[in-house]
């Protein structure tokens, strides 16, 4: 049963595809009956037919199949690139088309309350879409539009001949119209001028509001009113409650229960307002991003709806603010760079087929499922990941392998329809200790994750807990009873599981599930949504972070990557025994790194690294390396930012004293330590020993 889950997580973490090959033709080669694309796991009976390798059905090979663009020779299909690469993208004919390829629209929807203003992020978001303007993705057709809210909502008429942008008010909420539907949404080419003028006025337009509701309902209302005749982005930039009209919001977090041992509430929304809405926009080929930059309670169980079901992405930034939280501000910038002009794809569905006898009943990641194998996708990014679970319907007896393939149907940002096609093919082995033997222990524990995230919501937080304990006891309960020929005392794993009870341990100390700690809804909420559709690589960070010792950095076994030279530090347990008061500590933990200066730290490190002259002298909230022109520095900064260079996202830098408010954090990461709420290694491993011998 694992084989499969594997599978399609490995297939589907990430949409990359290096040097891929890409075939225009008239004829796209399918199986007559499953409606399989053509790939290297078919068989060819001869030249003239080939047998699908998902339903087993013998096709005939067209006529235009039998040459082969690449030798530009004749009579050998099964050398064409569709036979040759399990990754492959087609330039989709006429008939994949509902309606000529949509343009790449974006449109901007930004809260301008009072308390937005205050954290100074609109001047940051202004000024980061004026330096990448010319590098949104698109053509000569690409239209992006404007929409302000607070208690009104404001439009920005941008049509060409202006001399300057036109703010229109509309202040009934309850009943929201588009006062000029034609001039809202704009040809980028044509209207460039309008846009920049806007972008440079938009930060000092309400520098002096007092306005301090927020109307985002009606604001999203508008927006998916703009959108409906041609789909696109929608990215929402919100920084409280939703507090007037429709979706609007109360606050359901109660500080007192942050650390309850026992389980968490409001883990799902308190309306549909949210997701009905985002269903809407889906239909309509629309998927709204959601940037949270706020230092308070935002129900993020809530609004999260309007991305998850529209195939958006969620960005959270607590506590943002510009003068008094610079590492967020770095990280938002990065970000909004990245975001802003990163690949996308438009109007896109997603189908996963698999081998008869096998069936697909649960999708995880950002969509909507249209039908039982369907994912709607309004928009898709290279950022995305998605997981699968699959059941085994029927005796595989026969069968030597079976095979996945996942089929990406989308318009480009150049107005291309386009088809990514992955196949990934996997023996069928008839004995337990081979399914164990090629267990993939990452891809579990982040399937795990996800069915534990959507327990939490549909049962309770125990519950899920309890789960993940007992997928531990099952599987290692299952290879010592059906594997091992010979009984023998203690707690025995198949190599490839050896980490699985640390990793399980690790997720019940995960800021998404663990009790008994301190921890905002929303930051547990915001972990939830990332171990949902993050990219499995980019998870496990999460989950089980790196620690390295870094002041002792050398060049030895280094890397070199355009001509620098990236130090390779080996990866300590997460223990304080690893920990030196000597010594400085590099912890990966994803989405944020700590490093953590001993008391009595080399002063060589001090100096040469950070640029102190001693332990008492480093900055409290120092979140930027100096660049010194030193080789300790050149080595430390060239390993941390190899490290970010690995993911799509920008991992903001803490450098932590014992002192620092940040250390608590640091500390929770620690995960073979025992802590007041949670088991050590070796006691979680007793305990799996325990009930494993009952």
Not at 251 to 256: G, K, L
Not at 331 to 347: M, N, S, V, W
Not at 541 to 566: F, K, Q, S
């Amino acid at each position: 049963m694992q084989m499969p889950n594997r599978a399609l997580d490995k297939i589907l973490t990430q949409m990359k595809a290096q040097q891929l090959p890409v075939v225009t033709s008239s004829t796209i080669v399918r199986c007559r009956s499953c409606r399989t694309y053509i790939n290297p796991f078919v068989s060819f009976l001869d030249q003239r037919r080939w047998k699908c390798n998902l339903c087993h059905r013998v096709n005939d090979v067209p006529e235009e199949f039998m040459y082969n663009p690449v030798s530009r020779s004749y009579g050998e299909p099964h050398k064409r690139p569709e036979v040759q690469n399990a990754t492959i993208e087609f330039i989709a004919p006429s008939e994949y088309m509902l309606r000529p390829p949509q343009p790449a629209v974006y449109l901007f929807i930004l809260d301008v309350s009072h308390n937005a203003v205050e954290t100074g992020y609109l001047s940051v978001f202004c000024q980061s879409l004026l330096d990448n303007i010319d590098a949104l993705p698109g053509d000569s057709r690409t239209k992006v539009g404007f929409v302000t809210f607070n208690s009104t909502i404001h439009f920005y008429n941008l049509q060409e001949g202006l001399s300057q942008p036109q703010m229109l008010i509309v202040s009934d909420i309850e009943d929201i119209f588009l006062p000029t539907p034609d001039s809202l949404l704009v040809n980028l080419n044509e209207c460039k001028e309008l846009v920049q003028d806007l972008l440079k006025s938009l930060p000092t337009l309400f520098e002096k509001t007092m306005e301090t509701q927020s109307a985002l309902g009606s604001a999203l209302q508008a927006a998916y009113k703009l959108l409906l005749p041609t789909g696109g982005r929608m990215s929402v930039f919100q920084t409280q409650l939703p507090n007037l009209g429709v979706g609007t919001l109360q606050s359901r977090e109660d500080p007192n229960q942050r650390a309850n041992a026992k389980d968490v509430q409001h883990l799902s929304p308190a309306t549909d307002f949210y997701k009905k809405l985002a269903l809407d926009c889906s239909g309509q080929q629309v998927a709204v991003d959601l940037f949270l930059l706020s230092s308070q309670y935002c129900d993020l169980a809530s609004l999260g709806c309007i991305s998850r079901y529209s195939a958006g992405s969620v960005y959270y930034y607590p506590s943002y603010h510009h003068q008094h939280n610079p590492a967020q501000v770095e990280c938002f910038q990065k970000d909004l760079k990245r975001y802003l002009t990163r690949k996308i794809g438009f109007e896109a569905v997603m189908r996963i087929r698999c081998t008869k006898g096998l069936s697909i009943h649960t999708f995880h990641g950002n969509f909507f499922v249209r039908s039982t194998d369907l994912l709607s996708l309004p928009n898709v990014n290279p950022d995305a990941g998605f997981a699968v679970q699959m059941s085994i319907e029927e005796n595989l007896d026969d069968m030597q392998v079976v095979s996945f393939q996942a089929a990406l149907l989308y318009t480009s940002s150049k107005g291309e329809r386009r088809i990514r096609v992955h196949t990934l093919c996997l023996p069928v082995v008839n004995s337990l200790s081979d399914i164990f033997a090629g267990a993939d222990v990452q891809a579990i524990t982040g399937l795990l994750a996800c069915m534990a995230v959507d327990r939490s919501a549909t049962a309770s937080m125990g519950d899920a807990r309890d789960a993940m304990t007992n997928a531990a006891i099952d599987s290692l309960t299952s290879f010592r009873q059906s594997v091992l020929t010979i009984q023998q005392p203690g707690l025995l794993a198949p190599a490839c599981l050896r980490l699985f009870p640390l990793f399980i341990l690790a997720l019940l100390k995960q800021k998404a599930f663990r009790t008994g700690t301190s921890t905002r809804l929303d930051d547990r909420l915001f972990a939830m949504c990332q171990l949902k559709y993050q990219p499995l690589v980019y998870s496990m960070l999460m989950i089980h972070p790196a620690l390295y010792r870094v002041d002792d950095l050398t060049n030895e076994g280094a890397l070199n990557i355009n001509e620098r030279t990236i130090p390779q530090p080996r990866v300590l347990q997460l223990s304080v025994e690893k920990l030196s008061r000597e010594a400085a500590f590099l912890m990966d933990a994803g989405t944020v790194m700590y490093l953590w200066i001993g008391r009595n730290c080399h002063p060589n490190f001090l100096t040469q690294v950070l640029g102190v002259p001693s332990y008492t002298a480093v900055p409290d909230n120092l979140y930027l390396l100096p660049e010194l022109d030193t080789a300790e520095s050149q080595r430390t900064r060239a390993f941390i930012g190899w490290l970010r260079d690995q993911r799509p996202f920008f991992p903001s830098l803490h450098v932590i004293r014992d002192e620092s408010q940040l250390k608590p954090t640091f500390m929770q990461n620690m995960i073979e330590d025992r802590t007041e709420s949670a088991l050590s290694y070796y006691e979680f491993l007793l305990h799996l020993q325990q009930q494993i011998s009952k």
